[in-house]
């Protein structure tokens, strides 16, 4: 007999075992390739976006698409992540967005109240951070989770770099995205009462145009092709040059860094994602932090709603008593400083200035000032907890050991 090759092995049935017939209507149901079948998830939540803002929903694109994720990986349709290239160019979009914000008229007008800018900035980040770190004393709260949790402006650019500071993106996201849309939900209440308070509020202010809903432009300037080639000009080189410097997050950082230098020199206008690309950047930004919620994940934040609620509350207080004293050392109209001031995501504040006749220069550019600090400084601060909490630990434990 001649001897069974390994192919044959493989494909003869072992004795005893019945082999099972082909069904007739059996149709075998090819899988959709990863790239499409992510392409379908993110039309989905797009068009969840679309349907959320005609109802004037505070960060539309970005909370529909993090449920959609969410539901998604909770049903185990989808138990993978976003593919890591459109997770590394929305950050870098996003950078770009961020980086973009900062002109010169708008830090022209801000000059004369740079120094209590600043104070007040400081103070913000402080009282933040010591915020989180009472959150984290229980123990079931990471102090990196805490703080990035905590830290406002930039929810975005938070949860980006959350992975990369050794944080629980999952946690950051949900304390980030509950307090935005907590200070999205108050914000129009609360400009509105003061505005009625105060009648200096009531002063018109110039405004700026809101993002829009429609599909074009998808850049924020009249030439659109120049726009878009700055546009991934300044990603590339900045993705680049933030590997290169070793700066925290690079994919975020570098491009919002090289977005800045852009801007203020006023070479190449109007390059900042708008329109339809700007909100798919913030459907990648939701899919990417939906997709990592699970049932523990929510059984964990349910027993951590008190606290972070408790948490949240007291970073909103401390921020409206620095609006209140920013306004009384400026002479700026209350309702002013404290949309300058308030924790919430700049897209929802600045919507909220708009509609109440703000300031929307100064409060725009108080707004990106803290965003951009904050996104420099948080990572700073999450790496010295990060390698700090270890040798408490082991100092901790050494102790006990000698007793």
């Not at 004393?137 to 938070?158: H, K, N, Q, T, W």
Request: overall charge positive; some cysteine.
């Amino acid at each position: 007999m001649a001897p069974t090759s390994a192919l044959q092995r493989e494909h003869t049935p072992s004795p005893g075992t019945a082999k099972p017939a082909p069904h007739p209507t059996e149709v075998r149901k090819s899988r959709p390739a990863p790239a499409g079948r992510w392409a379908l998830i993110a039309a989905a939540a797009y068009a969840a976006g679309l349907a959320a803002a005609a109802f004037g929903v505070p960060a539309p694109y970005l909370l529909c698409s993090l449920l959609v994720g969410a539901a998604l990986a909770l049903t185990g349709v989808v138990r993978e992540r976003v593919p890591a290239p459109a997770n590394r160019t929305a950050q870098a979009l996003v950078g770009a967005l961020m980086g973009s914000y900062l002109t010169w008229p708008a830090l022209t007008a801000a000059a004369p109240v740079a120094l209590p800018l600043t104070a007040v900035t400081a103070a913000t980040i402080a009282l933040s951070v010591a915020v989180a770190w009472f959150l984290a004393r229980g123990g079931r709260l990471s102090r990196p989770s805490a703080v990035l949790g905590m830290v406002p402006g930039g929810s975005a650019a938070i949860v980006t770099c959350a992975d990369e500071l050794q944080a629980d993106v999952r946690m950051v996201a949900f304390t980030q995205y509950l307090r935005v849309g907590l200070v999205a939900t108050t914000a129009p209440l609360a400009a509105h009462w003061l505005a009625s308070a105060s009648a200096a509020g009531s002063a018109g202010h110039t405004g700026i145009g809101g993002q829009g809903s429609g599909f074009l432009p998808l850049v924020m300037g009249s030439d659109q092709l120049t726009g878009l080639f700055t546009l991934a000009a300044v990603s590339v080189a900045g993705v680049l040059a933030g590997r290169r410097l070793r700066v925290p997050t690079p994919s975020l950082i570098g491009p919002m860094l090289a977005a800045l230098v852009v801007t203020l020199s006023g070479a190449v206008p109007g390059f900042a994602p708008a329109g339809l690309l700007q909100n798919l950047v913030f459907v990648f930004v939701g899919l990417d932090v939906g997709v990592r919620f699970t049932r523990e994940t929510l059984v964990r934040v349910r027993r951590l709603m008190p606290s972070i609620l408790t948490a949240i509350a007291a970073v909103c207080t401390g921020c409206a008593g620095l609006a209140w004293l920013f306004a009384k050392l400026t002479g700026t109209p209350v309702v002013d400083s404290y949309l300058a001031t308030t924790p919430g995501g700049i897209n929802a504040v600045l919507a909220t200035a708009v509609s109440s006749h703000a300031d929307v220069a100064l409060i725009s550019t108080v707004q990106s000032l803290r965003l951009l600090i904050v996104v420099l400084v948080t990572p700073v601060i999450t790496r010295w907890l990060t390698t700090a909490r270890p040798a408490a630990t082991g100092a901790r434990t050494e102790e006990r050991a000698q007793t």
